[in-house]
T-cell receptor, first 116, second 114 residues
């Protein structure tokens, strides 16, 4: 079974600074997807960024980028120029590439606070 | 992308009663997913609802406690039955994009059982 581990329960960053959130996973599959989701206090789960395992290039979405290390099974999220609106809970998630509607496995999440 | 409307957004219920949560999607989808998020915890999949067949439940969740309906391709309900304080959680519905890779979520229902 796949597992996703987020070992840091909380992190804090100064506004405008950069922060990296860690995530590791365990799987025996070679094709899969990895995600970072953001959940602000409104409870709405928002997709931040997605990485396909077969792609060597790290995904980037504006201020958000990942460091995907497939051999190490590591998938960290870097947030640059942190903003107050980035304060939220962040979940790392895994999905196998076995076709449509396979299950998402979530990590425990990390609470990010942004200091003004 | 899919737009999901989930109702109610929150409720406070007496123990022993039941609550039905509704999830409406703006497009037809094959499967809908129901998650539970206990306070300060991650999301746990309760069941997968496929239109025209019985829902598939994950280990630890049973139909008598969490009956699900899926009458058409845009709508589903999850009922939390015979509630106890341990059922206090956020419940979220989710659907996939057409490629079956990216998940979209409703706004969640915050349930408090007293």
């Amino acid at each position: 079974a796949q597992t996703v581990t987020q070992s840091q329960p909380e992190m804090s960053v100064q506004e405008a600074e950069t922060v990296t959130l860690s995530c590791t996973y365990d799987t025996s599959e070679s094709d899969y997807y990895l995600f970072w989701y953001k959940q602000p206090p409104s409870r709405q789960m928002i997709l931040v960024i997605r990485q396909e395992a077969y792609k060597q290039q790290n995904a980037t979405e504006n201020r958000f980028s990942v460091n995907f290390q497939k051999a190490a099974k590591s998938f960290s999220l870097k947030i640059s120029d942190s903003q107050l609106g980035d304060a939220a809970m962040y979940f790392c998630a895994y999905r196998s590439f076995t076709g449509a509607n396979s299950k998402l496995t979530f990590g425990k999440g990390i609470t990010l606070s942004v200091r003004p | 992308s899919a737009v999901i409307s989930q109702k109610p957004s929150r409720d406070i219920c007496q123990r022993g009663t039941s609550l039905t949560i509704q999830c409406q999607v703006d497009s037809q989808v094959t499967m809908m997913f129901w998650y539970r998020q206990q306070p300060g915890q991650s999301l746990t999949l309760i069941a997968t609802a496929n239109q025209g067949s019985e829902a598939t439940y994950e280990s630890g969740f049973v139909i008598d406690k969490f009956p699900i309906s899926r009458p058409n391709l845009t709508f589903s309900t999850l009922t939390v039955s015979n509630m106890s304080p341990e059922d206090s959680s956020i419940y979220l519905c989710s659907v996939d994009d057409r490629g079956g890779t990216e998940a979209f979520f409703g706004q969640g229902t915050r349930l408090t059982v007293v």
